[in-house]
């Protein structure tokens, strides 16, 4: 089977209607026929990172899921890890099903096929930086992450200059010496 590695979006409710109507077993010829008609410009930018549908809003705002949750490593290390596709088919075995993201979803983690998230920040090697200390200092997600519960994908909001780390470090007492952030 052919699963589309361009998302849907502005196309996505017209592929659900389809879906629905012809049903879910054929959503993968649908959508390759879709994809072989619609000129590549037509999609947005940001959609090439998404390889399957995924939206912040719906899980942090409707479903009320914890960022930790699917970012299970924030508290304990450097990174905050992305949620591995067995995270989604865990609970969307249950959840919708029926959808066709959905059910697309679990073919793909049932298929073994691997899935690998589009950086969106990214500072550069010689920048130490470590989630697990701000996440304990009681820092919110938010101050540096922006509104995620509001985005679709996440966007980059803060600038990850120097500047802009140095300070919020002078701002509450953090160390500011040069090897605190540099190797
Ligand atoms: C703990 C449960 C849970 C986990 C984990 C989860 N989801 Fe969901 N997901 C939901 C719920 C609940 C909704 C419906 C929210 C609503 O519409 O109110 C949803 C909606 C969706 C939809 C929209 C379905 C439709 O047709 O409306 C997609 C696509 C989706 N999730 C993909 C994912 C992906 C990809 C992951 C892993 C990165 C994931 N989900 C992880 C619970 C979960
Ligand atoms: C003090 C600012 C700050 C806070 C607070 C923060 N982050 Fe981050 N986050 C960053 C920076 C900076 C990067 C880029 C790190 C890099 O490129 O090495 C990043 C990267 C990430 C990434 C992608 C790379 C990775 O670490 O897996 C995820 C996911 C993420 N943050 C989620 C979260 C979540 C969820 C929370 C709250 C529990 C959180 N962050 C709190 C600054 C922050
Ligand atoms: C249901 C699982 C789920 C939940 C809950 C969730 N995320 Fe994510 N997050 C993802 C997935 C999947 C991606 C990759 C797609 C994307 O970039 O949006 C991602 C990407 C990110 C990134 C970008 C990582 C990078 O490459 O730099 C940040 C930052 C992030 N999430 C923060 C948050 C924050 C903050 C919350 C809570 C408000 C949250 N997430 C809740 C699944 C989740
Ligand atoms: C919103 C405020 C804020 C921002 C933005 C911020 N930090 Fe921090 N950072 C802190 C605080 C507060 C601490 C001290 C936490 C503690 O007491 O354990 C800290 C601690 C650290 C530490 C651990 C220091 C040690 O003692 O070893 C590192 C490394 C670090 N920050 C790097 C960064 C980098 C790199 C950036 C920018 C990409 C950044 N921080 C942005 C508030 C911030
Ligand atoms: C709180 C964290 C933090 C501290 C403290 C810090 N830096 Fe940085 N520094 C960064 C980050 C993040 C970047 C990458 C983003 C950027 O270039 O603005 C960076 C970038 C740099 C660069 C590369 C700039 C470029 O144009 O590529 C140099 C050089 C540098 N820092 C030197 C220093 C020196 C010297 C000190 C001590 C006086 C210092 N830094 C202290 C976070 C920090």
Redesign the pocket.
């Known amino acids: 089977m052919v699963y589309m590695r361009r998302p849907l979006h502005g196309e996505m409710r017209v592929a659900v209607l389809l879906a629905a109507a012809i049903g879910i077993f054929l959503t993968a010829a649908v959508t390759t026929l879709r994809s072989s008609t619609q000129p590549e410009a037509a999609a947005p930018p940001a959609a090439e990172s998404a390889p399957i549908d995924f939206s912040h809003e719906t899980h942090v705002t409707m479903a009320g899921l914890d960022c930790q949750l699917c970012h299970a490593y924030a508290r304990r290390g450097p990174l905050a890890g992305m949620p591995p596709l067995s995270r989604c088919a865990g609970c969307h075995r249950f959840v919708l099903p029926e959808s066709p993201d959905v059910a697309r979803l679990l073919a793909r983690f049932d298929a073994g096929e691997p899935l690998a998230w589009a950086r969106v920040h990214d500072?550069p090697d010689h920048?130490?930086?470590?989630h697990k200390?701000?996440v304990?200092?009681g820092?919110a997600c938010g101050?540096?992450h922006g509104d995620v519960g509001r985005m679709q994908l996440a966007e980059q909001t803060a600038p990850?200059t120097m500047n802009?780390?140095v300070g919020?470090?002078e701002a509450?007492q953090?160390?500011i010496d040069c090897v605190?952030?540099h190797y």
């Not at 920048?127 to 470590?130: A, L, M, S």
């Open positions: 500072l920048v130490r930086f470590t200390r701000h304990r200092a820092i101050a540096c990850l802009w780390c919020c470090h509450r953090a160390p605190t952030c």
